[in-house]
């Protein structure tokens, strides 16, 4: 699968750079995943096929939680990153803002 080449061989890859392309990579397959099963669900007029698509997407939901949680305990700059914006209220761009040390929206700059 063209998803899985790696970009160097992989006798110069750390093991941490490999286990972590191997969780991106299957974080990405199972985004995918989400997006065709519902894209299909709601092109479909069979309810009970729709009612199994559902079904299938949310478990591909629940496998790339999965892997973004394998990715958050191993990786310091991810967890950082997903401590900032997860689960919080504040809208996401004025986040970034803050945690960037940048103006906050709709404030003056000057130049």
């Known amino acids: 699968m063209s998803s899985e ?40 007029e069979d309810s ?19 892997a973004l949680e394998w990715i958050r305990r191993r990786n310091a700059d991810f967890a950082g990153h997903l401590k900032t914006y997860l689960f919080t209220e504040a809208p996401i761009v004025s986040i970034e803002r803050s945690d960037a040390g940048g103006p906050e929206p709709g404030s003056a700059t000057r130049e």
């Open 5 to 44: 080449e790696l970009h160097v061989p992989r006798e110069l890859l750390s093991q941490e750079a490999r286990l972590l392309h191997y969780a991106i990579t299957s974080l990405k397959e199972e985004l995918d995943a989400v997006d065709w099963y519902r894209q299909r669900a709601d092109d479909c």
């Open 48 to 66: 009970e096929l729709k009612e199994i698509l559902l079904h299938n997407m949310r478990e591909e939901m629940e496998h790339a939680s999965m």
